[in-house]
C-alpha cells in the first residue's frame, strides 16, 4: 500500500508497533469490522523479538505459555522444540501468527509514528509519520512495548571508539563475528547475562563491564517433551484459567508458606529442589514472602550466594559476583553457564563499583583504574523502560498538552489502569505504565488488554459514543494504589529499571501494578460491568452543532 493512502480517510484505529500486541490488536479490531492502520519502524513483524536478536537471546517465561491463546487452531498448529524458546524460533511463531492471520496487508513497516494531536474539535487524533504523511484516526493505540526505547549511557568518548558497537536491543540482523576479537561487555542484567556465555565460546578475550552484580538461577532448558505438550493442548482452557487467575499469568504461584515458617535445613532442601528445577519462578515460589519481608529475603539471597560461591573458582572474582540488593527486587535473571563462564582463561570481570568507566576511548574502556583494549563494544545496558517509548513519540491531548508534559516526564505519573490517561481521549496503551505488563507474562498481559480495548471501542460503537477518556479522580485513585501496593513490597527499596533508576535523571517510582493479573483482570472487568467507571463517555459534538 503506498505510504500516503491514508492520509484523507479517517481510519477507526491507528495501532502503533507490530509486536505481540499491535498484532492482536490488528487482528480483533479488523475480525470486528473496524478500519484499522498499524505502523511499524521495524522491516517486518515481531517487536521485541525484531530488535532484541543478540546471541543467547531467550525468553524467561515457559514457551507452551508464551503465546497467543485466543485461538485454539493457533494453539494446535504451533510446537515448540524447547522448554524456554530461543528469539529465533520466537521470531519464526510470530512470523507464522502474522502470516496465518494475513496481518501483513494492514502493516506499514519501516515507518515511525512521530506526533499524535488529539483533536477535540472532530474528536479524533491527527498522527505524523516520518515520512511527514498525516493520518487521521479516531483511536490511538499504542502497542509499542516496555522495552523497546533502548538506552546507551552517554560516557564521555563515545562516539571515539574505533571498533564496532552494538546494544542487545538493536541487534543486526547479520551474524556479529566476535572469532578472535577482544570483546567488552556492559551490562549484567537479563540480556548481558543470556549473551556473555555465548560471545565468551567465540571471542579471542571478553572483558565483563559490571555495575551491579546480580542473582541469577538455572535456566534447565531442556527438549519440548510430546506428552506435555499433548496434555497442555488438550487441558488448555482449564491452564488458561488459571493463568488468568494468577499472580504473574503462569498457571502456578508462590507457595502459601513463610520461608521464616521452615528450619534452615527444611528451607535449604526447598531452595535447592527450586534451583535444580531451573526457571524464572521455581526459586521465588518456594515461599511467599521473599518478596516482602527483609529476614525471608536474605534467605533467599544467600542460599544463591553460596551456588555462586561454590561456581566460580577464584574467590576474588566471585567475591565481586556477590549480588546484596533485596533478591527480586530487579527482575530475577535465569541463565545457562553464567557463572561458569567466569572460570574460563578468556573472560575476566572488572567491577565498576571499586573502578568506574571514566571515558570511552578509541581503542576501548579507560576506567578509574586503566584502559582496556577493545574491538567490539557491546552494551547490554537495558531500556529507557515504559515511558520512555511512549515520550517518543510527540503525543498530545486536549488544550495541546503533551504526555511528557503532563507526566513532567514520569515525576507524575498518573494513568487508569495502565490504559488510558486524563487528557487523552480514545488514547489507549497496550500494558502502559501502571499496568501489570512487566511483572507478567506478558502475552497474557497483552491479550487481556487487547480485548479489553477492543470491548470498549465496541461499546462505543453500540452507543453511538464518539470519545471515552479516563477522569482525574480515577487515575488518581489507580496511581495512587499502584504505588501503595508497590510499597508494601521490597521493589521500592532497589536501583532498578522498575523504579526508573536505570536512567539517569528519569524521576524514581513503581513503574507497574504489582498487584497480579488476576486481580488486575477482575478490577477491569467490573469496571467494564459498571459502564466504564472512572471514564467520562462523550457524544458526537458534530450531532450536537
Ligand atoms: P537491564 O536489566 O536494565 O540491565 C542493564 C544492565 O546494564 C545492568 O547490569 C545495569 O547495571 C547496566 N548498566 C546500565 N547503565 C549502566 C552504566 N551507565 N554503566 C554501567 N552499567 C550500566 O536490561 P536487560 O536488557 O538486561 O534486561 C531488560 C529486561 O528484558 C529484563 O529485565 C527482562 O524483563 C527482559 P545496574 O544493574 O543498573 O547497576
Given amino acids: 500500500m503506498a505510504a500516503n493512502q491514508n492520509q484523507n480517510q479517517e481510519l477507526d484505529a491507528v495501532v502503533v508497533g507490530a509486536g505481540f500486541s499491535g498484532m492482536y490488536m490488528l487482528h480483533k479490531l479488523r475480525d470486528l469490522g473496524y478500519s484499522v492502520r498499524v505502523y511499524e519502524a521495524g522491516e517486518d513483524v515481531g517487536g521485541t523479538w525484531y530488535w532484541n536478536r543478540y546471541p543467547g537471546a531467550r525468553c524467561d517465561i515457559e514457551s507452551i505459555y508464551y503465546n497467543y491463546t485466543f485461538s485454539e487452531e493457533l494453539l494446535n498448529e504451533w510446537t ?162 488459571q493463568m488468568y487467575e494468577s499472580m504473574h499469568g503462569v498457571p502456578d504461584g508462590p507457595r502459601d508458606r513463610s520461608a521464616l515458617e521452615d528450619s534452615p535445613e527444611e528451607r ?133 498538552v503533551s504526555l511528557k508534559e503532563k507526566w513532567a516526564g514520569g515525576a507524575n505519573l498518573k494513568t487508569y489502569l495502565g490504559i488510558a490517561t486524563a487528557g487523552f481521549p480514545n488514547l489507549f496503551m497496550i500494558t502502559g505504565p501502571q499496568s501489570p505488563s512487566v511483572l507478567s507474562n506478558m502475552m497474557v498481559s497483552i491479550e487481556q488488554h487487547v480485548d479489553w480495548v477492543a470491548d470498549c471501542i465496541g461499546y462505543l460503537r453500540e452507543n453511538n459514543l464518539e470519545a471515552i477518556e479516563a477522569t482525574v479522580p480515577a487515575e488518581e485513585a489507580w496511581s495512587q494504589q499502584c504505588n501503595d501496593i508497590a510499597e508494601m513490597s521490597l521493589a521500592v527499596k532497589t536501583d532498578s529499571w522498575y523504579m526508573g533508576a536505570n536512567i539517569e535523571g528519569k524521576p524514581r517510582g513503581f513503574i507497574a501494578f504489582a498487584g497480579g493479573v488476576g486481580l488486575y483482570r477482575q478490577i477491569c472487568d467490573d469496571i467494564t460491568a459498571k459502564g466504564y467507571e472512572g471514564f467520562s463517555l462523550e457524544a458526537s459534538t458534530k450531532a450536537l452543532n
Fill in 268 to 400: 535449604q532442601r526447598i531452595y535447592e529442589e527450586g534451583w535444580g528445577k531451573g526457571g524464572l519462578f521455581s526459586l521465588s515460589y518456594t515461599y511467599n514472602d521473599l518478596g516482602i519481608v527483609e529476614e525471608a529475603n536474605k534467605t533467599v539471597a544467600e542460599f544463591i550466594r553460596a551456588k555462586i560461591r561454590k561456581t566460580v573458582q577464584d574467590p576474588e572474582v566471585a567475591d565481586k559476583l556477590m549480588p546484596t540488593y533485596y533478591y527480586g527486587t530487579k527482575r530475577p535473571i535465569i541463565d545457562t553457564n553464567y557463572f561458569e563462564t567466569y572460570n574460563r582463561k578468556n573472560v575476566s570481570l572488572v567491577d565498576l563499583r571499586a573502578e568506574p568507566i571514566e571515558e570511552i576511548t578509541s581503542n576501548g574502556i579507560r576506567t578509574s583504574k586503566g584502559e582496556y583494549l577493545l574491538d567490539t563494544l557491546v552494551f547490554a545496558t537495558g531500556f529507557d523502560a515504559m515511558t520512555g517509548p511512549l515520550f517518543k513519540i510527540d503525543i498530545r491531548g486536549k488544550d495541546g
Fill in 80 to 241: 515448540w522444540s524447547s522448554r524456554y524458546a530461543e528469539q529465533p524460533e520466537i521470531l519464526r511463531y510470530i512470523n507464522f501468527v502474522a502470516d496465518r492471520l494475513d496481518l501483513r496487508r494492514d502493516i506499514q513497516f519501516k515507518t515511525k509514528v512521530t506526533a499524535a494531536h488529539y483533536d477535540e474539535a472532530n474528536q479524533n487524533w491527527k498522527i505524523q509519520l516520518g515520512d511527514g504523511t498525516n493520518v487521521t484516526a479516531k483511536h490511538f493505540i499504542a502497542a509499542i512495548g516496555c522495552l523497546s526505547a533502548s538506552n546507551i549511557p552517554n560516557f564521555n568518548g563515545i562516539d571515539r571508539f574505533k571498533g564496532e558497537m552494538y546494544h542487545t536491543g538493536r541487534w543486526p540482523h547479520e551474524k556479529v563475528d566476535f572469532k578472535g576479537k577482544r570483546v567488552g561487555v556492559i551490562g549484567t542484567g537479563s540480556s548481558g547475562i543470556q549473551a556473555i556465555p555465548i560471545i565468551a565460546e567465540e571471542a579471542g578475550y571478553l572483558t565483563v563491564f559490571q555495575r551491579t552484580p546480580q542473582y541469577s538461577s538455572p535456566t534447565e532448558n531442556y527438549v519440548s517433551d510430546p506428552e506435555t505438550i499433548r496434555q497442555t493442548r488438550a487441558n488448555y482452557k482449564e491452564i488458561r484459567k
